[in-house]
């Protein structure tokens, strides 16, 4: 079993997000309740935090430096120096009764971000997609919590969990298109116990799921059966994400409430 240790004490109230910078080759992720950006050098174990304006939900990193972010209550392009370069356009989205969630880039630069109802009680909330130019399709409805996505490593299934209702489902995945279809259950975690939040997928297209309540992430084949599950020190893990020199470490956000 890998060794569990603690990289970065933040103490984060809704710690999510983690994502690999392969150019600057540092790892980030947010604290969505205290509005914060975080940036941790692996090297140095030195953080560096960023205050945010807004609560984010998700991003993503540009090809030509910044960032898409997706705050709960709007889409914006950021420079590289974190200033709002241009605030996109999301006319599909109703504020009033969805926020966004987490979000994950496609290897052709499309920006996939759920959507979720605030009080997690209604299925208000949608899967977008948003196009290099900037154009946002909604491509599913009816999800109550919008959260982890991923991408099998031959792109031809998309991973898409509800985390509200516990289930994680697979689609059929169309890269050149950016097109979606056959949706069905991949996973019931009534069958795993805990809620599933967060994932990645590593190079044999397996799942690794942060589950919340059992303070665990649960490994899962192509096939959706569980083959691994790592044991943590903390019961409420929201994320994982592959990252460091040769993609072998497996970093983990936590948060503190329920």
């Not at 019931?188 to 589950?211: E, N």
């Amino acid at each position: 079993m890998s060794e569990v240790r603690c990289v970065a004490k933040s103490a984060d109230i809704l710690g999510e997000g983690p994502v690999w910078n392969p150019q600057t080759k540092r790892l980030f992720w947010v604290d969505c309740d205290q509005k914060k950006l975080f940036d941790l050098d692996p090297r140095t174990n030195h953080v560096t935090t960023t205050q945010l304006p807004s609560a984010p939900g998700s991003y993503a990193f540009r090809h030509k430096g910044g960032m898409i972010m997706a705050y709960r209550n709007k889409l914006v392009l950021l420079d590289e120096a974190g200033a709002v370069e241009r605030l996109v356009e999301t006319p599909l989205v109703d504020f009033a009764t969805e926020r966004f969630n987490d979000g994950a880039c496609d290897c052709l630069g499309r920006f996939w971000v759920g959507t979720m109802d605030p009080k997690m009680a209604r299925a208000t909330g949608s899967l977008f997609c948003v196009e290099p130019d900037l154009a946002i399709r909604r491509v599913q409805a009816d999800i109550t919590v919008s959260n982890g996505l991923a991408f099998s490593p031959d792109n031809r299934t998309l991973y898409h969990t509800d985390s509200r209702i516990g289930k994680i489902y697979a689609y059929d995945f169309d890269l050149q298109a950016g097109a979606i279809s056959h949706r069905r259950l991949h996973i019931d975690f009534k069958d795993v116990g805990g809620r599933p939040d967060g994932c990645t997928i590593d190079s044999d297209g397996h799942l690794w799921v942060a589950v919340i309540e059992t303070g665990a992430i649960v490994r899962f084949d192509p096939a959706g059966r569980e083959v691994g599950r790592i044991a943590l020190p903390i019961t409420r893990p929201t994320s994982t994400m592959f990252g460091g020199e040769d993609l072998r470490t497996l970093y983990i956000t936590s948060m503190k409430h329920a």
